[in-house]
């Protein structure tokens, strides 16, 4: 190392310059600091005896620059978007991106055919999203398509809406038509209590439309509405989708019935680098 060894803060603190007797490096000290792998009795060796570094202001300075040129180093670094810490698609049973549902939506005397597409899951932020197709609902688009999304009921969201005009009564007639839900109302509650969807048979979420596709700038069709949102209950043994509709302004619990299309060809999960 060389004789002479000085710290310099680039925060213009104050600036110590003496003789280093130690037997390490500041550049080796400085990454130990930083990776942990100087130990106490290193780091104590090191500046016990030294001019330059046994004052307590001067340890402060070197511990200071060595979190300085951790900074530089972090901003140097290249976004790389392979990183391992992105968030990945996730599934659970029948729920995963590509998976396909199917079946009717009925109103009244009305059946109306329904294919649902999930495009996206993260049960880590218990959302999913999705197409929902429906057919024959009006003359002028015989075949509808909407995007939506999920709020997955568990420890991101409770069994309690606050929006979409939809209050707690609103929330208590539509859960309450789901079987499942009368057999764990009384053990979670609605609101505070944390239900793992995970270690349950069924999952209950709210489907909201937001538009359609491929035109998103349509905001209102005659005869149909995507203003509203649904209750949905997912049960996981038998993969179907049971769901009412709801908007303050529509025909009340509008039923969504939905089966798992099975796949005739499994492909793995790739991801490609």
Not at 129 to 156: M, N, R, S, W
Request: proline share 4%; hydrophobic share 30%.
């Amino acid at each position: 190392m060389p004789v002479f060894a000085q710290i310099h803060s680039t925060e213009a603190i104050s600036t110590v310059s003496a003789t280093c007797t130690c037997p390490i490096s500041d550049d080796v000290l400085m990454d130990g600091i930083l990776d942990q792998s100087i130990s106490t009795l290193q780091f104590q060796g090191h500046v016990s005896n030294c001019p330059l570094h046994s004052s307590q202001s001067a340890v402060a300075q070197l511990k200071q620059q060595a979190l300085l040129k951790q900074r530089q180093a972090q901003r140097q670094r290249k976004h790389d978007p392979f990183e391992p810490t992105r968030l990945l698609p996730t599934r659970t049973c029948h729920l995963y991106p590509g998976s396909k549902f199917a079946g009717k939506q009925r109103s009244g005397s009305h059946s109306y055919d329904v294919v649902v597409d999930i495009k996206h899951v993260n049960l880590t932020e218990s959302t999913l999203c999705g197409y929902l197709h429906i057919k024959g609902l009006t003359e002028e688009y015989p075949e509808l398509t909407t995007f939506f999304d999920a709020e997955i009921v568990g420890p991101q969201y409770s069994f309690l809406t606050r929006k979409w005009d939809a209050d707690e009564s609103t929330d208590e007639e539509h859960w309450t038509l789901f079987q499942p839900f009368e057999d764990i109302v009384h053990s979670c509650g609605r609101d505070k209590s944390k239900y793992d969807f995970a270690k349950e048979p069924c999952i209950f979420m709210r489907w909201k439309e937001h538009f359609l596709v491929p035109d998103h700038r349509v905001e209102g069709i005659s005869g149909a509405s995507f203003a509203g949102f649904y209750y949905i209950c997912y049960n996981k043994s038998s993969g179907q989708i049971n769901g009412y509709y709801y908007h303050h302004t529509s025909e009340k619990f509008q039923q969504l019935i939905l089966n798992h299309v099975e796949e005739k060809t499994s492909f793995g999960s790739y991801e490609f680098r």
